[in-house]
Every structure is written in C-alpha cells, then in structure tokens.
C-alpha cells in the first residue's frame, strides 16, 4: 500500500504523507521502509516532507522521522517539514524534536524556504 505520494517542484522532491494516523508498528514499518526507498533513489538534494494528512502519530512515528532525518544528514539531503498538525507540531516542540526538523506551516513556504529555483 503506498502511503507516500511523490512530486517534483523544480529540484526539490515533496513527500506526502497519505495516512491521517501514523500509530501501528506494521504501518511505520512500512511508512519508513517507503520514505526509506524514496531517499535512497531519489536524485534531488532538497526535500519537504508533508504532513497535511497527519492527524496523529505514536511516539514510534517521531523515532521513524529522527532516523528519516539520520539518513537524509548521511546523503546530504536537507529535510523539511511541513502542514503539521497544532497537536503535532506541540508534540515536536514537548519532545524537543522541532530542535531537530525544520517546521514550516505549508507547503508553499517550506519550498520558499530553500531559496530560488
């Protein structure tokens, strides 16, 4: 099942995230190994991911997105987040994991972000 919808804008790969609850280790498992091949595959060194569908996630999920953002740091891929939930976006800031990811409110200004194409 994929659970990530892929587009190019430019040089920057966008990543949706097409599941509204990011909870049981079968599904991470499975979101992870998608983002996983995505990365690994893909020629672009900018890429946002969208969480817009994302309603709720596990404390799994947020481990998931630390070794996500492990691997893009490896392949000199520079990682954003954007559209978070104001539950997820709370809980990045109560983990101190919004330290780590850079947050954006839409998808739009997380593309903006990465200067002009």
Do not use: W, Y
Request: with cysteine.
């Amino acid at each position: 099942m994929n659970r990530i919808i892929q587009t190019k804008k430019g040089h920057i790969l966008l990543l949706h995230i097409d599941q509204e609850r990011l909870v049981d280790d079968l599904s991470l498992q499975e979101l992870h190994g998608e983002l996983k091949d995505c990365l690994k595959t893909c020629e672009e060194k900018q890429v946002v991911v969208d969480l817009v569908r994302v309603a709720f996630m596990a404390s799994a999920a947020l481990g998931m997105f630390v070794r996500i953002r492990k691997l893009c740091s490896e392949r000199g891929i520079s990682l954003k987040l954007c559209s978070p939930s104001t539950t997820i976006e709370q809980t990045l800031k109560t983990t101190g994991l919004n330290a780590l990811f850079e947050l954006h409110p839409d998808r739009e200004s997380a593309i903006k972000s990465f200067g002009p194409q």
